[in-house]
């Protein structure tokens, strides 16, 4: 990866991680839209995609990808692969079969465009694109012996900090104090993330005051130190918005997360331009140019592509050199249990990564899947360092013998 991507220089803005803002021309935008990424020119004898299989065993979807010359690569599916796997069996893998793996980025085009793909494009159509491509990462991987970060630019960092976070809504201010205080203490993390509003709630709190108190009551407890984050969930048009964000200004929040809307792309720009925090946007899109749009206008300072969402580690890779030429830092949403595994990988090998990155459930649920297992320390978790997704290859192999075809 070039140094137009690499050589950032950060600043300490209102209690975040983040750069100063940089002019950049869209073409320069759309350069980095449309950059090479996939480093994969050492493996010099074609890799044609067999077979691919969706299975399920231990409460997980696999998806396992097989080359003529029996090399395998696996990776493991959100649990919306339960009602979207007709769409990725009928319109996605056909596409895939008989391709050359190596020419992935190449595919990843192609396929948007097979059987009039892109009528379908959203969010289900590129998760299951997302599952393909990170199952034929890990096939180029096994083959290469790259990890996914050396496959995708070069490992620049192994340690991810992370912050932790609580879905509720329906707990009391106290209550959900005492949950994230749980999750620190589990964790050792330096960060917190809870969520404000009432979900798409157009200014309706989930419990009346709830919010407000919230705020105030976490930095009293937690303290200086504790690096917080909010989360909207699209709760509130721009009045009710900015003056949510104002009280996270006034705790000194690390940054404020999607608080309209996620198609209200204005009203996100107008909060943003308010207000002194951080707003990080994004989790919802799937388009390449909305994103363009965002990171242009300034209507987010922190990035938020979701990997599955959005496609894939290739995709969002762009998306955050396009964040690097502007100075924004890319902070990727997590979906599933198994999703901080990708954003570890995406973490250890993308210069503007966000200070911390969402640690959820999942490292419990599918630890064992790693040797060593996968653990939270001191705030902390390693990514994988070894070949593709870095999964130990007998346990995989164990568990995908007892799975069935979905």
């Known amino acids: 990866m070039g140094n137009q991507y690499s050589d950032l220089s950060y600043l300490h803005l209102n209690g975040a991680l983040t750069q100063a803002q940089k002019d950049v021309s869209l073409e320069d935008l759309e350069a980095a839209a449309t950059s090479k990424v996939l480093q994969a020119d050492e493996i010099k004898s074609p890799v044609i995609i067999e077979s691919m299989e969706l299975l399920f065993n231990n409460g997980l979807y696999f998806l396992r990808s097989r080359s003529k010359d029996g090399s395998v690569g696996v990776a493991v599916a959100s649990e919306r692969a339960e009602y979207l796997h007709p769409l990725l069996k009928q319109l996605i893998i056909p596409f895939f079969i008989g391709k050359d793996a190596r020419d992935l980025e190449a595919l990843l085009d192609g396929v948007y465009v097979y059987e009039n793909n892109y009528k379908l494009s959203g969010l289900a159509l590129w998760c299951c694109i997302s599952w393909v491509e990170a199952s034929l990462l890990d096939l180029l991987g096994q083959i290469s012996g790259k990890s996914i970060g050396d496959l995708l630019g070069g490992v620049i960092r192994n340690e991810v900090p992370i912050y932790v976070a609580s879905g509720n809504r329906g707990t009391t201010p106290e209550e959900e104090i005492a949950v994230l205080q749980e999750k620190v203490a589990d964790t050792g993390a330096k960060a917190i993330k809870f969520k404000v509003g009432g979900?798409?709630?157009?200014?309706?709190?989930?419990?009346?005051?709830?919010?407000?108190?919230?705020?105030?009551?976490?930095?009293?407890?937690?303290?200086?130190?504790?690096?917080?984050?909010?989360?909207?969930?699209?709760?509130?048009?721009?009045?009710?918005?900015?003056?949510?964000?104002?009280?996270?200004?006034?705790?000194?929040?690390?940054?404020?997360?999607?608080?309209?809307?996620?198609?209200?792309?204005?009203?996100?720009?107008?909060?943003?331009?308010a207000l002194r925090i951080p707003m990080a946007f994004g989790e919802q899109e799937t388009s390449m140019r909305r994103f363009r749009w965002i990171i242009a206008n300034d209507a987010a300072q922190?990035?938020?592509?979701?990997?599955?969402?959005?496609?894939?580690?290739?995709?969002?890779?762009?998306?955050?050199?396009?964040?690097?030429?502007?100075?924004?830092?890319?902070?990727?949403?997590?979906?599933?249990?198994?999703?901080?595994?990708?954003?570890?990988?995406?973490?250890?090998?993308?210069?503007?990564?966000?200070?911390?990155?969402?640690?959820?459930?999942?490292?419990?649920?599918?630890?064992?899947?790693?040797?060593?297992?996968?653990?939270?320390?001191?705030?902390?978790?390693?990514?994988?360092?070894?070949?593709?997704?870095?999964?130990?290859?007998?346990?995989?192999?164990?568990?995908?013998?007892?799975?069935?075809?979905?």
């Open 199 to 273: 979900r798409m709630s157009k200014n309706t709190d989930s419990i009346h005051g709830r919010s407000e108190s919230l705020i105030y009551m976490t930095r009293k407890i937690f303290g200086d130190e504790m690096s917080i984050h909010a989360d909207g969930n699209g709760s509130y048009d721009p009045p009710m918005a900015i003056e949510y964000g104002k009280m996270l200004e006034e705790i000194n929040a690390f940054f404020y997360e999607e608080p309209c809307p996620f198609e209200h792309l204005e009203d996100t720009k107008e909060v943003a331009d």
């Open 302 to 406: 922190v990035v938020q592509p979701d990997l599955q969402y959005n496609g894939g580690f290739i995709r969002n890779t762009r998306i955050a050199r396009m964040a690097a030429l502007k100075g924004i830092p890319v902070t990727p949403h997590i979906s599933s249990g198994y999703g901080y595994v990708y954003v570890l990988h995406f973490a250890s090998y993308i210069p503007n990564i966000g200070k911390f990155q969402e640690n959820k459930t999942g490292v419990k649920d599918t630890r064992f899947l790693f040797t060593p297992q996968m653990e939270v320390k001191d705030g902390i978790i390693k990514a994988p360092t070894g070949p593709g997704l870095g999964m130990d290859d007998s346990v995989v192999k164990s568990v995908l013998r007892k799975a069935y075809l979905v």
